[in-house]
């Protein structure tokens, strides 16, 4: 069985239908209140390092916290970034999945989730 590790918002209706999706197509997969528990500084990371060139996506762009702070995003070192995400879950895109401890997909779109998870 693949690890999957999902952090989601409970009131993020983009989050309870990823789970939804999971549920049915019979994942087994660890839940993490992101607001609780932001991702590790490892997977912060790993995000970054698959979307260096859209900094940006790692972000809850629409969220109040992000419309709170001033910052340029491409601009900020990874260090400043993983910082500013692990100190406010609410910052970060949400759900905001790891699978085998080494891939990160951002938000839900059923064909990422197929593709990529029915490739694990």
């Known amino acids: 069985m693949k690890k999957i590790i999902i952090y989601s918002y409970i009131k993020c209706s983009t989050c309870r239908k990823a ?3 999971l549920d049915q197509k019979g994942f087994v997969y660890q839940l993490i209140e ?10 912060l990371n790993l995000a970054l390092k698959e979307y260096s060139s859209e900094k940006r996506k790692i972000f809850n ?11 340029d995003i491409q601009d900020s070192s990874n260090e400043e970034i993983i910082r500013l995400l ?8 949400r759900p905001f ?6 891939n990160i997909i951002l938000g839900f779109n059923e064909t990422e989730y197929n593709n990529t998870l029915y490739t694990i």
């Open 61 to 71: 762009t629409r969220g109040k916290s992000f419309k709170s702070i001033d910052i």
């Open 86 to 93: 692990s100190s406010d879950g609410k910052l970060i895109k």
């Open 19 to 21: 789970l939804k999706w």
């Open 34 to 43: 992101i607001v609780k528990e932001t991702p590790s500084a490892k997977y």
């Open 97 to 102: 999945l790891v699978y085998e401890e080494k």
